[in-house]
């Protein structure tokens, strides 16, 4: 009798522990609406002017440029060009999904949440932490 009673001992505490193993996997994941955040992003209308109108400069530049040029010269200096406006914009842009980046973490975190996924990616489920995360970054 002590025997089974250590055995149903040893069976409740490896049943427990798988339930605690299966509740650790069953955490929340939280979902974030990525666009939304960044189209309230405080300054971000005034970034993406900024990337608009280094775009045309760039063009102009093109325009002015290319005039006269060969295809595989026009080539050779658009893609110059685009490389120049992909790093402007990374630059203006890096802070920015830094910070973001930061504040869904912090969030979720907030929550108790380890892992967030883009609302696009989701197909359902999920608490949704996008308007925690656009009121923690005004």
């Given at each position: 009798a002590e025997m089974k009673k250590k055995l149903m001992t040893l069976l409740?505490?490896?049943?427990?522990a798988l339930g605690i193993s299966a509740s650790a996997f069953a955490a929340p994941v939280g979902v974030v609406n990525v666009n939304a955040v960044l189209n309230?992003?405080?300054?971000?209308?005034?970034?993406?002017?900024?990337?608009?109108?280094?775009?045309?400069?760039?063009?102009e530049e093109f325009n002015k440029q290319s005039a006269n040029m060969s295809d595989a010269d026009k080539q050779a200096l658009a893609e110059k060009l685009?490389?120049?406006?992909?790093?402007?914009?990374?630059?203006?842009?890096?802070?920015?999904?830094r910070k973001i980046n930061?504040?869904?973490?912090?969030v979720a975190?907030?929550?108790?949440?380890?892992?967030?996924?883009?609302?696009?990616?989701?197909?359902?489920?999920?608490?949704?932490?996008?308007?925690?995360?656009i009121k923690a970054l005004k």
């Open positions: 409740m505490s490896a049943v427990m309230s992003y405080p300054g971000i209308t005034e970034i993406a002017k900024s990337v608009a109108q280094e775009k045309t400069r760039l063009q685009s490389k120049q406006l992909a790093d402007f914009e990374q630059k203006k842009m890096a802070p920015v999904q930061k504040t869904i973490l912090d975190k907030a929550n108790n949440i380890d892992s967030v996924v883009n609302m696009n990616a989701m197909v359902a489920g999920g608490k949704d932490l996008t308007d925690e995360v």
